[in-house]
C-alpha cells in the first residue's frame, strides 16, 4: 500500500542502486584487464628468465662436456696406449650425456671405445662414406658437433668430433654420441608441470619437444598454419639466435581462446646455434591472478566479516547504550512526575490548611464575639437603667450563661495549643472507668435530658480500672457524650461500653470503650478527617451544629496522650461509635 | 387568606363606616374575629418595626430587649428562610442580619432580599463577629445599607438604626 511519493522514491533509490553497481562492475573489469595484462607481463617476464636459465644451463652443461673431450684429446703425451680407453670410462660416467666415446684413428677406423658394448670396433668411415664430417675435423683442426639425427644404433643424438693432432699431426679424432635422452635426463625437474620446453635447431627443426606434439626432426614451420602471424614471427626470431617473448593463440588444445605464452632464448654450443623455448598456457596467468583473486577476495572477505562483527557489537552496545539512557530518562521522568504530583497534592493540602485555618480563625472570632456581643449588649442597656426587676434578671443571667460559654472556648483553644505544642500534662493513675463514666454522665445530664436522650452504660466490673489522667478522661467522655448528643436527634440513644482486647496474651492488655449513637453518622469521606483540627464537616457559616471543631481534635489528642487511640467507625444515616483505648490497671 | 389581602379590606371597611366594630368587620369578611382584631391591632401599631435575624438566641434575645425599650416594635427570626419569609410578611422598617446562620448564611439573605422588589426597599444593618475588611466589602456591595461588627456599642447600633431609618422616610 505505497502511496504514489513512496513509489517514487523507490523507482529512484532502484536506478541510484543501478547505476552505482553498473559503475561498480565497469571499474571493476576495467582494473581486472590492467590487471591481467600487467600479470602476463610479469609472468612472461618471469618465464624468460626461467628459459634463460634453462639454455645457460644447458649451454654450459653440453660445451663442459665437450671440453672434457678437448683436454682428452690434446694430452701432451700424446695418444695413450690403451687409445684413451681409460680416459673414455672416466669421462663417460662424470660427464652422464654420452651415449659412446669413441677413437678413431687417422684412416677413420673406429679403434677404441667405452662402453666396448657400444663400440663398432673396426668400422671404417671411408668405407660406409661416412667422413665427411671427419674430413671436415682434419682440416678445420676445430671441434664439430653434427646436428641430432637417427643414428645406426636407433638413438637420437649428436656427433661431437674433437680432433686429436700430435705434434702437429693428425692422428685421428674423438667421437662421441649426447643421447637427447641423457641431456633431457640433467633437467628433468627443471620446469613444472604446466611448462613445457621445447628445443629448436638453426633450421628451425624441432630437436626436442616436452609435449610430444611434435615429432623429432620434425620442421616446426610444418607445424604452423597460414593465419599464425606471430607464431611464424616468433620461430623466425628463434632460428636468428635472439630471445624474447611471444604469444600466439591457441588453437590446438581446449585453450577457448586463449593465449599460449612463450618465451625463448637462445643456445649456443660450438658450431650449433639452437633456441630453447618455454611456452605455457594462458590460463596459467588467469589461475595466479584467480589465486590473487581468491586471496584477496578471503582477505576482503574476512576484513568485511571483521567490520561487520565489530560494527555490529558497537551498534549493540550503542543501542542497548541507547535503550539504558531512554529508561533511565523514563525513570527520572516518572520520578519527577511522581514528584510533581506529589508536590501538587502538597500544596493542595497546603491550600486546604490554609483554608482550614482561614475558617478557624472566623470561626474562633464567632465564637469569641457571640457571647461577648450578647453580654456587652446586656451590660450597656442595663447601664441604661431603663428596665423592669424582671428584666434585669434575665439579662443578669444570660450575661453569666455567656460567662461560661466563653470560658469554655478559651479553655478548648487553650487545650489545643497545649496538644499542639506537648506541653499537655496528663496525670496518670489508676482511674476507675464507672466513677469517671458517672463523674461526666452528670455534666452532661442537662443536654442529655434536653434532647430527651438516653445513655446507657455498659461496662463490666472486671474492666473497672485503667491508667489515665482522671480529669482529661472526663473530658474525653464529655465531648464525645457532647458530641453525640448533639448529633443525635431527640429521643435517640447513646450507649458508652467498654471490652478487653489483647493484642498479646502476655504482654500488654487494653481496654476499648466504644461511645456508640443512633445519629446522623458520618460518610466514609470525612471519616478519615474528623480529628483533624479545625475540621468540621460542614465548616461553612451554615453549618447546623455549633461548636469550632476542636472537641474531636482534643479527644484524640487526650487518648493519645494517655498512651492510647482512638477511631471511628460509622454510616451514615444510623449513627456513629467512637473507639477509643487505654491501658488496663493490672493492680 | 393572606395577611396582605385581608389588610387592604379591613382598612376597606373602616374607611367607610370609621365605628364599625372588630365583630362586624370579622362577619363581612367571613374571618375569624381573633384574626381580625390581630390584624387591626398590627394595622395600629405606629411603632417602626425592626426584623432582627441571628441565630444566637442570647444575642437577639439581649438585643430585642433593648430595642424594644428604646421604642421599636421588635420582631425575630432564627435563621435565614424564616428571616426572609417575616421580611415579606411583617414589612419591617429595617433589618438587622447577622452573617454565620444555619442553612443560608446572611449574604445570600441580604442578596435575595435586594434582589427582590417586595423586599429591596427594606434597609439592611448586618451584624457580624467576622472583623475583617473583605467581608465588610462583601456586605456592602451585596446591597446592605450598614454594617455593624460584634461586639457593638449599643449607643451606635442605634444611631445607625436611626439613620437608616432616617433615610428609607425620606
Given at each position: 500500500m505505497w502511496d504514489k511519493k513512496n513509489r517514487w522514491s523507490l523507482v529512484i533509490f532502484a536506478v541510484i542502486v543501478l547505476l552505482l553497481v553498473g559503475s561498480i562492475v565497469f571499474f571493476w573489469m576495467k582494473a581486472n584487464n590492467e590487471v591481467r595484462s600487467i600479470m602476463e607481463d610479469q609472468y612472461q617476464n618471469q618465464q624468460l628468465i626461467l628459459t634463460q636459465y634453462i639454455s645457460s644451463s644447458l649451454e654450459e652443461l653440453l660445451n663442459e662436456r665437450v671440453l672434457l673431450l678437448e683436454v682428452t684429446a690434446k694430452n701432451?703425451?700424446?695418444?695413450?696406449d690403451d687409445n684413451f680407453v681409460s680416459d673414455f670410462e672416466t669421462i663417460y660416467r662424470a660427464a652422464e650425456i654420452y651415449y659412446v666415446l669413441e677413437f678413431i684413428d687417422a684412416n677413420g677406423t673406429v679403434i677404441s671405445g667405452y662402453p666396448s658394448a657400444n663400440v663398432p670396433y673396426g668400422y671404417n668411415l671411408y668405407e660406409n662414406d661416412n667422413e665427411w664430417a671427419f674430413e671436415h675435423v682434419r682440416k678445420s683442426g676445430e671441434v664439430h658437433i653434427s646436428e641430432p639425427a637417427m643414428t645406426m644404433e636407433g638413438i637420437f643424438g649428436s656427433f661431437v668430433w674433437v680432433p686429436v693432432f700430435e705434434n702437429g699431426t693428425f692422428r685421428g679424432t674423438i667421437f662421441g654420441i649426447v643421447s637427447d635422452e641423457n641431456i633431457i635426463r640433467q633437467f628433468d625437474?627443471?620446469?613444472?608441470?604446466s611448462n613445457t620446453v621445447y628445443l629448436l635447431n638453426s633450421k628451425g627443426?624441432?630437436?626436442?619437444?616436452?609435449?610430444?606434439m611434435y615429432g623429432k626432426g620434425t620442421s616446426y614451420f610444418d607445424h604452423i598454419?597460414?593465419?599464425e602471424p606471430e607464431r611464424l614471427d616468433m620461430v623466425r626470431a628463434q632460428i636468428n639466435g635472439m630471445e624474447g617473448n611471444g604469444k600466439y593463440p591457441d588453437?590446438?588444445?581446449?585453450?577457448?581462446?586463449q593465449d599460449i605464452l612463450v618465451s625463448y632464448s637462445p643456445v649456443t654450443w660450438y658450431n650449433k646455434n639452437w633456441s630453447l623455448g618455454i611456452l605455457s598456457p594462458g590460463n596459467e596467468v588467469d589461475k595466479i591472478i584467480v589465486s590473487v583473486y581468491v586471496k584477496l577476495f578471503t582477505v576482503t572477505g574476512l576484513s568485511v566479516l571483521f567490520i561487520l562483527f565489530l560494527s555490529s557489537q558497537v551498534y549493540f552496545i550503542l543501542l542497548n547504550w541507547n535503550r539504558s539512557l531512554e529508561q533511565e530518562v523514563e525513570k527520572k521522568t516518572h520520578e519527577l512526575q511522581r514528584s510533581n504530583e506529589s508536590l501538587v497534592s502538597a500544596n493542595l493540602k497546603l491550600q486546604e490548611l490554609d483554608r482550614l485555618k482561614t475558617e478557624f480563625l472566623s470561626m474562633v472570632s464567632h465564637e469569641l464575639k457571640t457571647p461577648l456581643t450578647a453580654m456587652k449588649t446586656s451590660s450597656e442597656f442595663l447601664l441604661e437603667e431603663k428596665c423592669d426587676y424582671d428584666t434585669r434578671k434575665q439579662l443578669l443571667a444570660l450575661i453569666n450563661r455567656n460567662v461560661d460559654r466563653q470560658a469554655r472556648m478559651v479553655d478548648d483553644l487553650l487545650d489545643v495549643s497545649r496538644i499542639e505544642s506537648n506541653r499537655m500534662r496528663f496525670e496518670m493513675e489508676s482511674v476507675d472507668l464507672h466513677e469517671v463514666l458517672d463523674h461526666s454522665l452528670e455534666n452532661i445530664r442537662r443536654l442529655s435530658e434536653d434532647k430527651d436522650i438516653e445513655i446507657r452504660a455498659d461496662i463490666a466490673?472486671?474492666?473497672?480500672h485503667v491508667r489515665a489522667d482522671r480529669d482529661k478522661l472526663v473530658q474525653v467522655f464529655v465531648n464525645l457524650l457532647n458530641n453525640a448528643i448533639k448529633f443525635t436527634p431527640g429521643g435517640g440513644e447513646i450507649t458508652v461500653s467498654a471490652q478487653e482486647v489483647s493484642q498479646d496474651e502476655e504482654v500488654s492488655q487494653d481496654v476499648e470503650i466504644s461511645v456508640r449513637d443512633n445519629g446522623i453518622g458520618i460518610d466514609a469521606e470525612n471519616l478519615e478527617r474528623?480529628?483533624?483540627?479545625?475540621?468540621?464537616?460542614?465548616?461553612?457559616?451554615?453549618?447546623?451544629?455549633?461548636?469550632?471543631?476542636l472537641g474531636l481534635s482534643i479527644t484524640k489528642g487526650l487518648v493519645e496522650g494517655m498512651g492510647g487511640s482512638i477511631r471511628v467507625e460509622s454510616e451514615p444515616g444510623k449513627g456513629s461509635t467512637f473507639i477509643f483505648t487505654l491501658a488496663k490497671d493490672r493492680l | 387568606m393572606d395577611a396582605e389581602k385581608i389588610d387592604p379590606r379591613i382598612l376597606a371597611l373602616m374607611d367607610e363606616?370609621?365605628?364599625?366594630s372588630t365583630a362586624e368587620i370579622a362577619s363581612s369578611l367571613a374571618l375569624d374575629e381573633d384574626l381580625v382584631r390581630q390584624r387591626i391591632d398590627f394595622l395600629a401599631d405606629t411603632r417602626e418595626k425592626l426584623l432582627i435575624v441571628d441565630e444566637e438566641i442570647d444575642a437577639l434575645t439581649a438585643l430585642k430587649v433593648a430595642l424594644e425599650a428604646e421604642g421599636y416594635n421588635v420582631i425575630v427570626a432564627r435563621d435565614g428562610f424564616e428571616g426572609i419569609e417575616k421580611a415579606r410578611t411583617?414589612?419591617?422598617?429595617a433589618i438587622l442580619l447577622d452573617?454565620?446562620?444555619?442553612?443560608?448564611?446572611g449574604f445570600e439573605v441580604c442578596k435575595r432580599l435586594k434582589s427582590d422588589p417586595s423586599s429591596e426597599h427594606i434597609p439592611v444593618i448586618m451584624l457580624t463577629a467576622k472583623g475583617e475588611t473583605d467581608d465588610k466589602v462583601e456586605g456592602l456591595d451585596i446591597g446592605a445599607d450598614d454594617y455593624v461588627t460584634k461586639p457593638f456599642n449599643l449607643m451606635e447600633l442605634k444611631a445607625r438604626i436611626r439613620t437608616v431609618l432616617r433615610r428609607s422616610n425620606i
Open positions: 701432451e703425451q700424446g695418444i695413450p625437474t627443471a620446469s613444472n608441470s627443426e624441432v630437436i626436442y619437444d616436452q609435449s610430444g598454419s597460414g593465419d588453437t590446438v588444445s581446449n585453450g577457448h581462446g466490673e472486671s474492666l473497672a474528623v480529628f483533624d483540627k479545625f475540621y468540621q464537616i460542614d465548616s461553612t457559616s451554615t453549618r447546623k451544629a455549633g461548636g469550632c471543631g | 363606616n370609621p365605628g364599625i411583617e414589612n419591617p422598617d452573617i454565620m446562620m444555619p442553612g443560608m448564611d
